[in-house]
């Protein structure tokens, strides 16, 4: 049975660059919300006796942390309590999940996402975006000039919401397809290898265009599409 949860933690915006969150299977959620005050809310099945949780400052870093309590030297609780974060736009994000969602929305300073096992959705995110998946989903809608994602099994169904200009979009997966989707006026190079797989590639592709697709796979067809 879950303890009542009283962790709940205010932050000054203005003290923080980062924020860096932790869990081991409870869900991360991060939104945008305009004003002075960054709001922590421990969510999910919170447990005094398995979850160790905390929020502090470090320097301009906010570090948020739902962990399981050691149990023996070699053994720790799972802990499946997550977060939920409101912050301004400006601050850039870090997650690092074992095996939970992760949704983040409206952050424009970019975002580093490690996830064992869970999807991981972007909801209108810009600024550089790097993934890292053992398992699980990445999808939404964003703007990055330089994004990456390494994954090892699961699709990935990304949107651009403007055309991008420069940059690249850098993607390996061992097993999962592949679907970007870009504004009709976009001009990218797309290159693509597969040991399985097919193109289908609505945009075409110029080797002069500013901005690389390269896209790497064990085993999936990538598809570009018009948005």
């Known amino acids: 049975m879950a303890t009542k949860n009283t962790n709940n933690w205010e932050f000054k915006a203005a003290d923080v660059a980062v924020i860096q969150v932790e869990t081991d299977s409870g869900e991360v959620v991060l939104e945008a919300a305009e004003g002075e005050v960054i709001k922590v809310e421990v969510t999910g099945e919170y447990d005094a006796d398995k979850c160790e949780v905390s929020a502090a ?47 983040l ?3 424009a300073a970019g975002a580093d996402v490690f996830s064992g096992a869970g999807s991981i959705e972007f909801k209108g995110v810009s600024g550089p975006i790097s993934v890292k998946s053992g ?17 090892g099994a699961g699709a990935i169904d990304l949107s651009w919401n403007k055309a991008p200009e420069k940059g690249r979009a850098d993607i390996k997966t061992g097993a999962g397809g592949v679907t970007l989707a870009f504004p009709a006026d976009s001009r990218i190079n797309v290159n693509y290898k597969a040991g399985v797989g097919n193109l289908s590639n609505e945009l075409g592709s110029d080797p002069s265009a500013g901005f690389n697709v390269d896209v790497k796979s064990g085993a999936g067809s990538l598809s570009i599409k018009k948005r």
């Open 57 to 103: 400052l470090s320097g301009s870093k906010l570090m948020a942390s739902a962990k399981g309590k050691k149990k023996w030297f070699w053994n720790s609780a799972n802990c499946k309590a997550g977060f939920r974060i409101t912050a301004p736009a400006g601050k850039k994000l870090i997650v690092r999940s074992g095996a939970g969602k992760a949704g």
């Open 105 to 107: 929305a409206g952050f």
């Open 135 to 151: 398992a699980g989903t990445i999808k939404g809608d964003i703007y990055s000039e330089e994004f990456s994602a390494s994954v």
